[in-house]
């Protein structure tokens, strides 16, 4: 496996892998790497001839206050956790070699990101979606592999690779969970022991709503409320939204297959994201 800094030499090296005629899987990360991460990895090994991983901690996608200085990082860690799936390359540059002096040009997306965590992190997404689409210009890989968990940023770099005609394929890949079912985050490893153990009431109050959805309610505010009172069980706990929305982020009043249940919760400093939609299985 190796690990590269330059963008030039990402080029020369998948240059020659496409001359070879083999596939090209993408995993975007920012490092941080948990099993979530390895599952997406280990999709791509298993449809695609040569794998590559970025791990890169995108400036531009925090807002101030945020948690860029202190977010996770521990490339050695991050290393042989890619190697030990087999990925092929790691692409980790410097900030200054995606980014460059004086970046002027950026990609926004309307619509898909007034809502959920677009609304409480604005310019979020336009962050988002700069850096990935200047990976795929770098990388032009055939698949590119996104979890669920972040299901807000999978529909909006969806919508982008649509809307820009990049030539990529964006696989969708299930959440992967704790085996007491908090969804596997970067972000975990701020939780005090206590907040890691209170914070399972997510998963917990997602499961309570599966069931009375499975049972017929469709009211989105008799669930949303369902949820909210749950999670509120844990009295420190902060929610910054609970919501039900459409696959265009749009509220909605009547619960449809496919439609999503998406929360936002703070334990403490730490802000937790998490998921299901209507009609696949809850873990």
Excluded: W
Aim: proline residues 3%; contains cysteine.
């Amino acid at each position: 496996m190796q690990v590269i800094k330059k963008i030039n030499d990402v080029r020369k090296i998948l240059n020659k892998v496409r001359a070879d005629s083999k596939s090209i899987g993408f995993v975007p990360t920012m490092g941080a790497l948990h099993g979530g991460h390895l599952h997406l990895m280990k999709e791509s090994k298993n449809n695609n001839d040569y794998t590559v991983v970025s791990i890169f901690v995108n400036p531009i996608q925090f807002s101030q206050g945020e948690d860029l200085s202190k977010y996770p990082r521990d490339l050695g860690k991050d290393t042989k956790l890619t190697d030990s799936v087999g990925v092929d390359l790691i692409f980790n540059p410097e900030p200054e070699e995606i980014l460059g002096a004086d970046l002027l040009a950026f990609v926004d997306i309307l619509k898909l990101q007034d809502n959920l965590c677009g609304l409480s992190r604005p310019g979020h997404f336009k962050g988002v979606c700069t850096i990935v689409a200047k990976l795929f210009n770098i990388v032009k890989p055939d698949k590119a592999y996104f979890g669920k968990k972040d299901i807000q940023q999978l529909y909006i770099i969806k919508k982008m690779t649509k809307d820009l005609n990049f030539d990529i394929d964006i696989i969708p890949c299930d959440i992967i969970r704790e085996n007491d079912g908090l969804a596997m985050s970067s972000r975990n490893q701020y939780l005090s022991k206590i907040e890691r153990k209170d914070a399972v009431i997510i998963n917990k109050s997602l499961k309570e709503a599966v069931k009375v959805i499975e049972k017929g309610e469709k009211s989105a505010k008799f669930v949303i409320s369902l949820i909210k009172d749950k999670i509120k069980s844990v009295e420190y706990s902060i929610i910054d939204y609970v919501k039900i929305v459409n696959e265009n982020m749009e509220d909605v009043e009547k619960i449809s297959k496919g439609d999503i249940i998406a929360c936002a919760v703070f334990f403490g400093k730490t802000r937790l994201i998490d998921n299901y939609i209507i009609g696949e299985k809850i873990c």
